[in-house]
C-alpha cells in the first residue's frame, strides 16, 4: 500500500481574521466617539461598470458546469476602508486591503496619507498583525484624518 500524501491544513491561530475583528470594533469607537455624525466604513471593495460587465462575461463563459470554481476560495478578497459622513455627502478613502485568511495581506494606501505618515511605499505587504497595527496607527493619526474626522464631525 502507498504512502498517503495528502495534508489538511487547519488555519493557524495568526490569521488575518484579526485584522477583521479589529477594523470593526475601530468603527464603532469611531461612530460612538462622534455620536454616530462620522462613520469610518470597511466594506467589500466596490467595481466599476467595466469591471462588473468583465466579471460578468466571464461569469457567463464559466457557467458551462454546474460546479463553482474552488480557487475561488483562496482568492484574495479586496476591501476598502474609507471615512464617511452619516449623510455619505464626503469621503476619505484611506486604504485598500487584500486578504486570503492566512499572512500576508497587502495594503494600498492613499497616495496623500501614504506620504503625510511617512510610510515608504503605496504598497505594503503585512506579514502579521503587529505590522498592521503600526500602520493603521501612523495612518489614522495623521494630519489630514484627524482634520478630516473633525471637519465632518461640526457639520
Same mark, same amino acid.
Given at each position: 500500500?502507498? *504512502?498517503?500524501?495528502w =495534508?489538511?491544513? @487547519? ?14 470594533? #475601530?468603527?464603532? !469607537?469611531?461612530?460612538?466617539? @462622534?455620536?454616530?455624525? =462620522? ?9 466599476? +461598470?467595466?469591471?462588473?460587465?468583465? %466579471?460578468?462575461?466571464?461569469d457567463?463563459?464559466?457557467? =458551462?458546469?454546474?460546479? +463553482?470554481?474552488?480557487?475561488?476560495l483562496?482568492?484574495? &478578497?479586496?476591501?476598502? $476602508? $474609507?471615512?464617511?459622513? &452619516? !449623510?455619505? #455627502?464626503? *469621503?476619505?478613502? =484611506? ?10 495581506? &497587502? ?9 503625510? %505618515?511617512?510610510? !515608504?511605499?503605496?504598497?505594503? @505587504? ?11 496607527? &501612523? ?6 484624518? @484627524?482634520?478630516?474626522?473633525? !471637519?465632518?464631525?461640526?457639520?
Amino acid at each position: 500500500m502507498s *504512502e498517503n500524501y495528502w =495534508v489538511i491544513e @487547519t488555519l493557524p491561530a495568526n490569521n488575518t481574521s484579526e485584522i477583521v475583528v479589529f477594523l470593526n470594533d #475601530q468603527i464603532n !469607537k469611531l461612530k460612538e466617539m @462622534t455620536s454616530g455624525k =462620522v462613520i469610518a466604513v470597511f466594506e467589500p471593495r466596490r467595481i466599476s +461598470q467595466l469591471e462588473n460587465i468583465t %466579471a460578468q462575461v466571464a461569469d457567463g463563459l464559466a457557467k =458551462v458546469s454546474a460546479a +463553482q470554481d474552488a480557487s475561488t476560495l483562496y482568492n484574495r &478578497k479586496q476591501y476598502e $476602508y $474609507y471615512i464617511t459622513d &452619516k !449623510k455619505k #455627502q464626503y *469621503e476619505l478613502a =484611506v486604504f485598500t486591503l487584500f486578504l486570503n485568511e492566512e499572512y500576508p495581506a &497587502k495594503m494600498l494606501i492613499d497616495n496623500g496619507l501614504m506620504k503625510e %505618515a511617512a510610510i !515608504k511605499q503605496e504598497s505594503i @505587504t503585512i506579514n502579521q498583525f503587529s505590522e498592521f497595527l503600526e500602520i493603521y496607527k &501612523k495612518i489614522i493619526q495623521s494630519h489630514k484624518v @484627524t482634520y478630516v474626522i473633525r !471637519k465632518l464631525n461640526e457639520m
